[in-house]
């Protein structure tokens, strides 16, 4: 438990990212995302950054000789902000940070009810991913979205936090392969920020 906490405690703190644009445009971001990129493919190894790699690591990185959820984090972050405007974006990985950090939290604590498609998941965890990933975007996009109105706030948040929550119940690790490839990008952490953010894309696109 003391490890999940470690991990979930680091993997929330990069919701930080929801704020980016109020300090960098697209092509800054996109910079900071490459060298993060940098570090993890070429230096926060185990024949290179040891002592980091085994802090941070779990069983199966040891595997790959890489640290999969920093690897997983970046590229849906990259994707984010190359595609969607600043403030999808950062929402996005706002419902992915805390909506996915917090579902993992609760559903170990408090989870009883399993969720019918994927059974190592819970109902509660997949509500906490709801709520949790609904508020924190209502308040980020209320600094970085270009919106006066509460009410299209609410309703991107809701949009988003909900394709999250319903993106995060399916079983990915069950369709994986054994490559370094099919293991970063088939996984929860890189299609919940890419499908929030289209789905919260399509609403604000299209004045659903």
Sequence with gaps: MIEDLKRKSLHI???AWMFYPLFLKRIPALGVVFIFLLLALFVLRPNVSWKAFDALSRPEDHDYGYLIGPLVYICAIGVCVTF????ISAASIGVMAFGDGFATLVGKKWGRMRNPIDNNKTIEGSLAFFVFAFI???????????FDSIETVVKLAFVGSL???????FPFEEHRGKSIFQRVFIDD??????????????VYYFGI
């Design 13 to 15: 703190s990069m919701g």
């Design 84 to 87: 969607y405007p600043l403030f």
């Design 136 to 146: 924190v975007v209502i308040f980020s996009m209320n600094f970085t979205s270009p």
């Design 163 to 169: 394709t999250g929550a319903i993106v995060e119940m």
């Design 189 to 202: 952490n890189f299609f919940v920020p890419i499908l929030a953010g289209l789905a919260m894309y399509a």
